[in-house]
């Protein structure tokens, strides 16, 4: 009788161990992957998987800071559907375009300033679009703070420095090769 209670418990106990094997069967077809990218291309590559069902990471190369560009497109999505999920903001809110919002060439970029746009519209504008104007609008919605906190939350505070808007990522990578870009405004900004 023991034995057969044994028999009908070992794959409980299993279990755990058949996960983990999992676990690393993934990391490890992903590595070989990556390894394979990296060898056979010039630049550098960094690479961080976070498994939102269990946790488990892989890493390559991600032990440097990388200019993200418009991966930060992601955490403030987050943050501002969280805003919507808490009722602080609507999808059919209408946000206003100023000229400070105005970075790169975009659909929205052209558009007069005042214009009015909707959460859901500039939403879409910056995912499918990847259009920077409509990604500064939201963090000026939002808040340069709770996007921070969404993305904290999210992602974990290791590796990551701070989100800001587009114009002041592209201030900060245009000083790296001349320090005055800090000084740039943005309608400099949408000419280069």
Request: aromatic share 6%; net charge positive.
């Amino acid at each position: 009788m023991r034995r057969l209670a044994l028999l009908l418990c070992l794959p409980l106990l299993l279990l755990p161990l058949a996960e983990r094997a999992r676990a690393a069967d993934w990391r490890e077809a992903l590595g070989a992957q990556i390894e394979r990218i990296d060898r056979g291309t010039p630049g550098e590559l960094g690479v961080y998987v976070k498994r939102l069902d269990g946790g488990e990471t892989y890493r390559h190369g991600a032990e440097r800071f990388w200019y993200l560009g418009s991966m930060t497109k992601v955490p403030i999505a987050i943050a501002v559907l969280q805003q919507v999920d808490a009722g602080k903001l609507k999808l059919s809110d209408a946000v206003e375009l100023q000229d400070a919002d105005r970075i790169d060439v975009s659909r929205v970029v052209r558009e007069r300033t005042g214009r009015r746009y909707t959460v859901d519209a500039l939403l879409d504008r910056m995912l499918k679009d990847s259009d920077n104007t409509a990604a500064n609008m939201l963090i000026r919605t939002v808040g340069e703070d709770t996007v921070q906190r969404s993305a904290a939350q999210a992602l974990g505070t290791q590796g990551f420095k701070r989100i800001t808007n587009f114009a002041t990522m592209r201030r900060d990578v245009y000083a790296e090769i001349h320090p005055s870009a800090r000084e740039l405004p943005n309608t400099a900004l949408v000419q280069v």
